[in-house]
């Protein structure tokens, strides 16, 4: 069993014991009254170059990515992106391979004005309304993971909700799939799942199968202003970036440097 599948089968027993704890129809009341998520597609389009500033403490691939990142250190972080020019946050909510929480990800949507992307193995509907319960502005959703018909099913689930999924995908196969599922939002992660490996030339390859109408998003490997001017000019109008922000020194000034606000 490789780590991806791992994550599955232990996200899949903890939305079992969530099931259990909490039904569709309680979250459906928590949310009636709710404000209407923040756009994800409006904020990456209207904010050049669409940064999503990702906010995690751990991942498999890194280990402990900011040592000592606790609640106060995500809201700090949360401020700085802000105020920095992000264009939105994304925050880790998968605990156990990961260390996020959904507190985590409620906390930071009452310090910011940007949109907040739930990132997490959503496998259950449970999930979708779980996230807008939170205040997640959108949702991942990993085409690797899902068969079409949950991937339409929960398409059309998060815009019943009000917002507009972000679909991740690694190859040609899956993007068929994205595209044929009527994804907007289209991340194309550069880290292959399986191995972990990082490659830029995933963004590269698939930009051009992409129709103009999507909203295409670069997700992993990013570290410098160059590498996004590069993907920009190919047509990406967003980048996923987690852990050339959160390594280094001074996160502001590299958020600043890769926005381009430091030439």
């Known amino acids: 069993m490789d780590l991806l599948d791992k994550i599955i089968e232990a996200k899949r027993k903890e939305i079992a014991e969530a099931r259990k704890s909490r039904t569709i129809s309680e979250l459906q009341a928590m949310i009636a009254d709710s404000p209407r998520p923040r756009s994800l597609p409006e904020a990456i389009l209207n904010n050049p170059p669409g940064i999503i500033a990702e906010i995690k403490r751990r991942s498999p691939s890194a280990g402990e990515i900011r040592p000592g990142l606790d609640r106060e250190g995500i809201l700090k972080l949360s401020r700085l992106y802000t105020a920095g020019g992000a264009a939105a946050l ?24 940007l949109p907040v992307l739930m990132k997490d193995f959503i496998l259950d509907e449970c999930q979708l309304f779980f996230a807008r319960a939170i205040g ?105 970036i987690g852990e050339s922000l959160l390594t280094a020194r001074d996160p502001a000034k590299k958020l600043g440097e890769l926005i381009g606000k430091n030439r």
């Open 90 to 113: 994304s925050i880790l909510t998968e605990a156990q391979f990961f260390g996020g929480s959904a507190e985590d990800l409620a906390a930071v949507k009452q310090e910011t004005r």
């Open 136 to 240: 997640a502005d959108s949702i991942l959703l990993i085409a690797r993971i899902l068969e079409d018909a949950q991937l339409r099913m929960f398409l059309q689930q998060g815009r019943e909700l009000g917002f507009e999924p972000l679909v991740e995908v690694h190859n040609r196969e899956e993007l068929a799939r994205a595209i044929k599922a009527g994804a907007v939002l289209i991340g194309i992660n550069n880290r292959d799942l399986k191995t972990l490996k990082t490659d830029l030339a995933v963004t590269r390859s698939l930009l051009p199968g992409i129709p103009a109408d999507r909203v295409v998003i670069s997700e992993s490997g990013i570290k410098t202003r160059e590498e996004i001017e590069i993907l920009w000019s190919l047509g990406a109008r967003g980048f996923l």
